[in-house]
């Protein structure tokens, strides 16, 4: 395992007497590419201030490479932020843009020529030296602003929603030219976004957060397979999550029925959440009569979704959002089918307020 | 159609109060008492008299346009900083003494600074030397301040609340220390402000003959206080608009520079 780069430790914030951050404890590894998700509000945009210098946390420590950092100027530390909307210097060109941090540092025109030039490569815009921000489109800015704080060779890079304002299809491919980027420089990412696809794409290591708590850190797969909460559940990806009870180990009772699944140790008869991924729910026709099903219900629903349909079926009192490359049409009889390892069993929350938190998003 | 009739009110406003006074200052500029054309009055500015008055109207008003945006630039900054409702509580304590009569307000300075004003009353009283600032081009240079200040402060606002704070940060978070962000980001990015502003300074200070003839007692003679004699005490009016012209000329050069320079626009803003 690489060490830790970044460690932040009880780290509180709030504003005008909010809680915004709350006993916060993270460590970010070297040459990591971690994502913090969360709705806004929940914190994660504070998180990045605290770590670029931007603000100081009223409790907790910052560690970096060992090093405590939390009073320390933004000037002195060795990261550098790529800010939400660019933030380019406007009344420069874009290789004064990128040269700004070289020419504070005192370096010679000659290294300072060489990384434009490089930086320039490296985000595909060689020959825009001379060109003004202002006559750069978006995705084009955000690619200086990048190339701005890379230059600088920092150990940690800090991007705060970089592609929030971009279209969809410049974000796709602004998604794979960041991966490319952090694999080519070999330097620590860490990326704040609302936009769970986003950080199911490009991250190592995704720390979802909600009301300036952390509800689950694990790699994207973690996440999406075995969501720790309804908020994670909810808030990645569609989902169906339904309350229900754990009889025994690798039996849970959902709907008044039994459905086999692969969790051990919730204990038995206890209260728990299930999360099913629509892609996980099985449609079977009745007519059929090799099929294999667990409940019945009534498809009430039917949209076409391009690469599935997406349809809700009516079983045991609760509307099961399905996707499927098949479709059956509104008011069909079909059999729902669940394989025991699709179903993620987890903890009720602890108090009624978390849970309407959770819900809620 | 209909839109041409909305600005017939206008039109005839500015022809009747603009271009008209404009027509008969250029005629009159530009004849002699015979009405014959002549462009005496034009060269009359170069008489030492006139020389001398225009240096020091120059002279004074850039003076006082250089101690605004000295006292303005870190007002604006500070107005900037303070949170929304401190704000614009300062911003009303700038403008309130602006809803007061402009001649109210200099005769008010008369009143403080006269040789038996209340200044040096309360000097007196607790036994310190009188001061002796009425009549001088330091109570004219103080007049323009107190008066063209808000001016100055404004324009410079207007562009410093517009910087994105991330441009800011951005500086900082590259390695630069708050004077260097000062310098390099802040400064520059706030030239179309300072540029405005000067010339909302420099014109009206340059052009005054109010507050010179109130707090310069008749000692200190300004271009402004030379064209008015002209027309209300020699009733030469030929040379005040010759005189005048020359003055109109020297501002228009001015704002030419200084709408090259201020794409923005911020002196139309206000």
């Known amino acids: 395992m690489k060490k830790a780069l970044v460690n932040l430790e009880h780290i509180s914030k709030s504003y005008d007497g909010q809680l915004i951050l709350d006993d916060l404890n993270l460590y970010i590894r070297e040459n990591e590419f971690l994502t913090l998700l969360g709705p806004s509000g929940c914190g994660k945009t504070t998180t990045l201030r605290i770590l ?148 199911l794409t490009m991250s190592d290591t995704i720390v979802v957060m909600n009301q300036g708590y952390i509800q689950q850190i694990g790699t994207p797969e973690m996440i999406y397979n075995e969501p720790e909460n309804a908020f994670v559940a909810d808030f990645i990806g569609e989902s169906n999550i339904i309350s229900a009870t754990m009889i025994q180990d690798r039996l849970v009772e959902i709907l008044g029925t039994k459905f086999a699944c692969v969790d051990e140790g919730f204990g038995n008869n206890t209260p728990v959440d299930v999360v099913i991924r629509p892609e996980d729910v099985e449609l079977v026709d009745l007519a059929d009569a090799n099929a294999k099903y667990i409940i019945e219900g009534t498809v009430t629903h039917v949209i076409f979704k391009g690469v599935h349909y997406e349809m809700e079926v009516m079983a045991n009192g609760f509307e099961w959002l399905v996707h499927s490359t098949g479709m059956f049409p509104v008011g069909t009889k079909v059999g729902i089918h669940v394989d025991p390892f699709n179903i993620q069993i987890m903890n009720k929350p602890e108090s009624e307020d978390e849970e309407a938190v959770g819900v809620n998003e | ?169 951005a500086a900082r978070d590259l390695g630069a220390n708050p004077f260097q962000t000062f310098m390099k980001i802040t400064l520059p990015l706030s030239v179309p402000g300072i540029i405005s502003g000067i010339t909302m300074v420099f014109v009206p200070a340059l052009t005054t003959f109010i507050i010179s003839t109130i707090l310069g007692g008749s000692k200190i003679l300004l271009i402004g206080n030379v064209i008015e004699q002209e027309f209300t005490q020699t009733g030469n009016w030929h040379l005040g608009s010759g005189l005048s012209i020359v003055l109109m000329m020297f501002i228009i050069f001015n704002m030419v520079i200084s709408a090259v320079t201020d794409k923005d626009g911020e002196a139309q803003a206000l």
């Open chain 2, 1 to 169: 159609m209909n839109k041409k009739l909305l600005s017939a009110p206008f039109l005839f406003w500015s022809g009747l109060f603009i271009i008209v006074p404009l027509l008969m200052v250029f005629y009159y500029g530009l004849t002699d008492k015979t009405g014959a054309f002549t462009f005496e009055n034009i060269a009359a500015i170069s008489s030492p008299e006139h020389l001398k008055a225009l240096w020091e109207a120059v002279k004074l008003s850039v003076l006082s346009t250089i101690i605004c945006l000295i006292l303005a630039y870190p007002l604006a900054m500070i107005l900037c900083k303070s949170g929304s409702n401190k704000t614009s509580f300062m911003v009303l304590i700038f403008i309130l003494p602006m809803w007061m009569n402009f001649l109210l307000r200099t005769f008010a300075w008369l009143t403080l600074l006269e040789k038996t004003g209340v200044i040096n009353t309360l000097l007196k009283l607790v036994g310190l030397p009188t001061l002796n600032i009425i009549n001088t081009p330091g109570a004219i240079v103080l007049g323009m301040v107190y008066n063209f200040l808000p001016f100055m402060v404004l324009p410079i606002y207007n562009v410093l609340i517009k910087i994105d704070k991330n441009v800011i940060n």
């Open chain 1, 52 to 199: 670029g210098g931007f603000e100081t946390p009223d409790a907790g420590k910052v560690y970096f490479d060992g090093v405590d950092i939390t009073h320390l100027q933004p000037n002195k530390r060795q990261l550098n932020t790529v800010f939400q909307k660019y933030a380019l210097f406007t009344h420069m060109n874009i290789a004064e843009n990128i040269a700004f941090g070289l020419k504070i540092k005192n370096k010679s025109k000659a290294y300072i020529d060489d990384k434009i030039k490089y930086a320039l490569k490296l985000v595909n815009l060689d020959g825009y030296e001379k060109r003004m921000p202002d006559s750069l489109s978006g995705g084009q800015q955000q690619r200086i602003a990048i190339a701005r704080a890379i230059v600088n060779e920092p150990k940690l890079l800090l991007l705060d929603e970089p592609l929030g304002a971009l279209d969809l299809k410049l974000r796709q491919d602004m998604q794979y030219e960041l991966i490319r980027l952090k694999n080519e420089l070999g330097i620590t990412f860490i990326y704040v976004t609302h936009d769970q696809e986003e950080a």
